[in-house]
């Protein structure tokens, strides 16, 4: 009788623990790419940049938006506003900028959340000063299963520089998240060779090589992370000269701290 109490017991306690103990985070996470956007270039100075997706984003997913502006002088462009077409009051937000002067400045925006969409989905980037512009790189991305957090951010400078990394201030709070990094660079030569994508494990999300003027590189990667980290982005080129870059890393949804049951986070509409 003690030793069936006993069996009893012990199988009780495993089942209870079975049953309430925390998943794995890298064992259920579920990551897919399941259409492309769009990405693009215009050497076009002070052009207001308007770009489309090429398919209809879903309601309800977030859009990333990172621009980069080649400049000749010593002043930044002024973003005043990101909009959309779907009058929806869809909301995009800076979550992070960099700039070094006549190397050129980089942004990433983002919208959490999008509304209910429609027809073709069209970004506006309205901009009050663009006096040193030359042009300007865009790429925009779509994503599911984010929880509406940018986490941690990052961003750094530099001239004269071959090299450059944007480091995050400081640890991702939750294990799963999707990391962006975008950069642009001037070094006043031909064929700047930017590496890409940036630093092992990120894809490539754009990449253009002296489209601009001849002079310049850009580019963006973006990763999903299973595991904590302090997230950075490198890039290195031929030729020596001024550098913006910056890294941001989103949670995941599915709630915060180490343990998850699940997390889902795809990425769609990546434009390269």
């Known amino acids: 009788m003690l030793r ?21 985070a ?29 398919t209809l984003p879903t309601t309800g997913h977030s859009v990333l938006v990172e621009l980069d502006f080649s400049l000749s002088g010593g002043s930044n462009v002024t973003i005043s506003s990101i909009a959309d077409n779907q009058g929806v009051s869809n909301t995009y937000t800076l979550v992070k900028s960099a700039f070094s002067g006549f190397g050129g400045s980089t942004f990433l925006y983002w919208c959490p959340s999008i509304g209910t969409t429609s027809g ?31 986490d941690q951010t990052g961003s750094n400078t530099g001239n004269p520089v071959t090299t450059l990394t944007a480091t995050a201030a400081g640890a991702n709070a939750t294990a799963n998240e999707l990391v962006i990094g975008g950069m642009i660079m001037g070094n006043f030569n031909n064929s700047p060779a930017l590496s890409n994508p940036p630093t092992t494990g990120y894809t490539t999300w754009f990449i253009d090589q002296s489209t601009i003027n001849g002079q310049t590189g850009a580019g963006a990667g973006y990763k999903i992370v299973s595991a ?5 982005a490198t890039w290195s080129w031929t030729g020596s000269g ?17 343990a998850i049951q699940q997390r889902n986070l795809s990425l769609l509409g990546i434009g390269n």
């Open 242 to 258: 001024h550098a913006s870059a910056l890294v941001a890393t989103f949670q995941g949804s599915g709630g915060g701290g180490g």
């Open 120 to 150: 073709t989905f069209t970004i506006t980037v309205n901009i009050t000063s663009s006096t040193n512009s030359n042009g300007w790189n865009w790429a925009i991305m779509e994503a599911s299963g984010l929880a509406g957090t940018v």
């Open 228 to 232: 904590g980290e302090t997230s950075a």
């Open 26 to 54: 890298q064992a259920v996470i579920a990551v897919s790419q399941i259409k492309a956007a769009a990405s693009g270039v215009n050497s076009t100075p002070g052009a207001a940049p308007t770009f489309s997706f090429t």
């Open 4 to 24: 069936n109490f006993t069996k009893l017991a012990l199988l009780a306690a495993v089942s209870t623990w079975l049953l309430f103990a925390p998943l794995n």
